[in-house]
């Protein structure tokens, strides 16, 4: 059983940087891969980045790519989304998932067991 809690978000301007964490419970948190998704008032909740449990895979969205930077400290069982030049699309709230399935940065979140409730993102132009 893993839980997770997600903290860093808020109201940035356009432009601006923030960066969210994760931080899961559970000694074997390190073996587990993790994303993050967001989603959007009115839409569907939509991938944007994970990493595997070993760090040696990574995926992004490519609405995010080159933006967002994705890492994880396995010895403070943490993740964390570093969101660089946030644009007004990027408001959503977001949250982090996680999966003790193979090793991969998965990108479907129907391939995550545990979600933590998410953090709020706001982007203001």
């Known amino acids: 059983q893993v839980q997770l809690v997600e903290s860093g978000g808020g109201l940035v301007q356009a432009g601006g940087s923030l960066r969210l964490s994760c931080a899961a419970s559970?000694?074997?948190?390190?073996?587990?891969?993790t994303g993050w998704f967001r989603q959007a008032p009115g839409k569907e909740r939509e991938f944007v980045a994970a990493?595997?449990?070993?760090?040696?895979?990574?995926a992004y969205a490519d609405s995010v790519k080159g933006r967002f930077t994705i890492s994880r400290d396995n010895a403070k069982n943490t993740v964390y989304l570093q969101m660089n030049s946030l644009k007004p699309e990027d408001t959503a709230v977001y949250s982090c998932?996680?999966?003790?399935?193979?090793?991969?940065?998965?990108?479907?979140?129907?391939?995550?067991?545990?979600w933590g409730q998410g953090t709020q993102v706001t982007v203001s132009s």
């Open positions: 990493i595997s449990w070993s760090a040696g895979f990574t």
């Open positions: 998932a996680a999966t003790n399935a193979g090793t991969y940065a998965y990108t479907s979140k129907r391939m995550y067991d545990y």
């Open positions: 559970g000694r074997t948190f390190s073996r587990y891969n």
